[in-house]
């Protein structure tokens, strides 16, 4: 993880909220194992993680957008953002790609929510709501978006 003065990585959030033991072996010892589990998350973000923005209906849509914020000291990158156009600006809206079915624990929250934070500082905008997108075997719809942060 981070030492002093060094951002924290918004996934180490993630990974300390699901298993404080994985969040040592990736974040400080650096150790990091491919499974069946971690090769469906890389083809799940393929697309994402190439970058790029593009409209659509409306939106702007903004994809592996990096991520920061100084008052909190986190970076990361976002999946997908999309910005709605808003009275004074734009409101932001994170999705972030998760493979497998919605989790009970919260890490996933937790790292929405993190990115959240950070575009709300980033932009100067709240960001009321989010959405976990994870693609259901029968048919790749998004989870319903959620409130972030509990607002």
Known sequence: ??????????????????CLRQAALIHLERLWAENRF???GDVLHAVADKGGSRKARGLRRVMSLPLASGRLNLTGTADLVE??????????????????????????EVQLCAQALCLEEMTGQPVPQGALFTPR??????????????S
């Open 83 to 108: 910005f709605a156009p808003a009275p004074d600006g734009e409101t932001a809206f994170p999705i972030e790609y998760k493979r497998g079915k919605p989790k009970l624990h919260r890490a996933d």
């Open 137 to 150: 075997p029968s048919a790749a719809l998004p989870s319903p978006s959620m409130p972030i942060c509990g």
């Open 1 to 18: 993880m981070a030492s002093a003065g060094e951002p924290i990585p918004i996934s180490a959030l993630q990974h300390a909220v699901y």
């Open 38 to 40: 971690t090769a469906e």
